[in-house]
């Protein structure tokens, strides 16, 4: 009786298929071929040997399967434990960031007769707000942010020119802006910008930020 060479073929790529894995879904077709024609002649023997390659074939399939499986979750955990990395890193240089913040910067208005040297002067197109501050901290402040609120909207000086401020320095500041933009006067936040770590950073902590309500208008 001779041997189904298809049967003989399909076990051998079905081995290869543990291997070189897509070759194992071949191996497990061609065994499944050859094993319907085998059943179909009786003449022709290797019977087992499709078996086996149609066993070989689902194992190397689910080989196959498993290893895609197996790096997705390798890829997913990476990718998690990239971005914790980062999340942590973040919050470390945010925590750093503001301990400096808090124990080398701090600003004041300048006071005369207990009362804070900042004013006011609505007049629409020409409208202009006015301060005094002292630079309290133990950093020099590059610049100031500077922003406006009204009942309406507000006004924002991202970088204030000619704004640095050395340590214990009083800083006279003008900044003018459009009434019609913000509506009534209503306050004002200072914002330090000094350099951290080699870069320049805004103090956003409730210590370092200047902020003034209800300001007097100018006389």
Known sequence: MATS?????????????????????????????????????SSIGGKGLAIAAIVVGVL????FLFALLFSFMVLNLGR??????????????????????????????????GKPQICVHES??????????????????????ITGLGDSGIFSNKSLENSEVGIAEVKNIEVHYSQQSIG?????????????NGKQTPCTGAGSVLEEENVAACT
């Open 80 to 113: 998690t434990y990239v971005d914790q990395t980062e999340h942590s890193v973040t919050e470390k240089s945010k925590r750093d960031i503001d301990l400096k913040c808090s124990l080398d910067v701090m600003m004041k208005f300048v006071e005369i007769a």
């Open 5 to 41: 060479k298809l049967a003989i073929a399909s076990l051998i790529i079905s081995i290869m298929g543990i291997i070189f894995l897509p070759l194992a879904l071949v191996g497990l077709i061609l065994g499944i071929i050859a094993l319907v024609s085998i059943s179909k002649n």
């Open 60 to 63: 190397g399939i689910l080989l």
């Open 184 to 196: 009534s006067f209503k306050k004002i936040l200072i914002v330090p910008i000094v350099e951290i």
């Open 124 to 145: 629409g197109e020409n409208s202009f707000f006015k301060a005094q501050i002292q630079n309290m901290g133990s950093k020099k402040i590059s610049s100031l942010e």
